[in-house]
């Protein structure tokens, strides 16, 4: 039986992408993926309002994440850590070699633009990194404001994740200032997974131009060089990139004002059934993420027999991540969900609590 995705990743596909991804296969050096790869990097530009670069590597955004590491830290790092993926990057930019300091911040709080300040204004930073919207908090950063602070520090190379927020909310990469912007395609953007986007601005090119030991799979120059062809360094996922083309055309089908008030107006579903049924909201409102929510278990319900029960009906239920494992739960309310299928599942967990 499959169960119907409430999980913050994957979420459910579409029927018309996994069809898209039935197209017969043709050869990545041939003019026609050439032709498919142009459209799907002008789509993705027009998305993220950028002139910058846009890549596509066949991989899950922390391959990327790590590429990025390697590509654009010269000096040091600063790492801004709020949740377990942050904390992560952390310690893979360590892993790379690179010298790293970790600006960590309690689990449910958002890194602030006084923190990002403070640390870069050491001098001691030519990098630093930052996760948009923390999944396993549900904490979504103030991004515009972070982005106000870096355009004081020119020679901080700008590394951001926006792996679950990416489409959902709106990004403008140029304005914001953004050196290298990354996401996967299995939240927000409701692709499976195995397929990454990033982009380099020239000031990041330039900074990859100068760090050695990049390797090959992620150098950020392999990818320009093979972009000026409209391809990729090494084969890349076709049949993924086929469902991007089509999920592409759906975004702008619905309007991208429209794409973001339906996220919107998800979110303060969700956040409103929480705390109509007695929990808590675990980050403070203000920096609720807009598409997952991370609910505290203020009932002290047993949410593991929750999963089960839920499990049983059909549906993917998380109580929690890493450290806050059964002390909070998170709904996905992002890519192509609606706010019928948001009703549906919370009447199934209402349903599920009386069972219990």
Request: net charge neutral.
């Amino acid at each position: 039986m499959h169960k119907k995705l409430f999980i913050p990743g994957p979420v459910e596909i579409a029927p018309e992408i996994l069809e898209a991804m039935a197209t017969p296969m043709i050869g990545h050096r041939m003019k026609e993926y050439a032709q498919l790869h142009g459209r799907v990097t002008a789509n993705l530009k027009k998305l993220m309002f950028t002139d910058s670069r846009v890549f596509l590597a066949t991989s899950s955004a922390f391959g990327v994440m790590e590429g990025a590491v390697r590509n654009l830290v010269g000096k040091r790092c600063a790492n801004f850590c709020n949740g377990a993926f942050s904390d992560k990057w952390h310690d893979v930019t360590r892993r790379c070699g690179k010298e790293a300091d970790a600006f960590k911040v309690e689990w449910g709080q958002p890194v602030t633009p006084e923190l990002v300040d403070k640390a870069l204004s050491s001098g001691k930073y030519d990098a630093m990194t930052l996760i948009h919207n923390e999944t396993s908090t549900g904490v979504m950063s103030p991004l515009p404001a972070i982005a106000e602070v870096l355009s004081r520090y020119p020679d901080v190379v700008s590394i951001i994740d926006t792996v679950s927020s990416m489409s959902a909310v709106k990004l403008p990469v140029d304005e914001l200032g953004i050196d290298c912007c990354i996401f996967g395609v299995q939240k927000a953007f409701a692709l499976p997974p195995g397929l990454a986007v990033f982009t380099a601005s020239e000031k990041a090119l330039a900074r990859a131009a100068t760090v050695e030991g990049r390797g090959y799979y992620f150098d950020f120059l392999e990818f320009a060089a093979n972009d000026d062809k409209d391809n990729t360094p090494s084969t890349p996922c076709i049949s993924q990139i086929y469902a991007m083309d089509r999920q592409l055309e759906r975004f702008f089908a619905e309007g991208l004002e429209n794409r973001w008030a339906r996220h919107r107006s998800m979110a303060e579903y969700v956040r409103g059934w929480v705390k109509a049924n007695g929990f808590g909201l675990f980050p403070d409102e203000q920096y609720c993420s807009q598409t997952l929510t991370c609910a505290t278990n203020t009932r002290g319900v047993d949410l593991a027999a929750v999963k089960k029960l839920l499990g049983d009906l059909g549906y993917a239920f998380d109580d929690g991540y890493g450290k806050i494992k059964g002390k909070t739960f998170r709904i996905a309310h992002m890519g192509d969900m609606n706010l019928a299928d948001l009703r549906e599942f919370t009447a199934s967990i209402e349903e599920c609590l009386t069972r219990i």
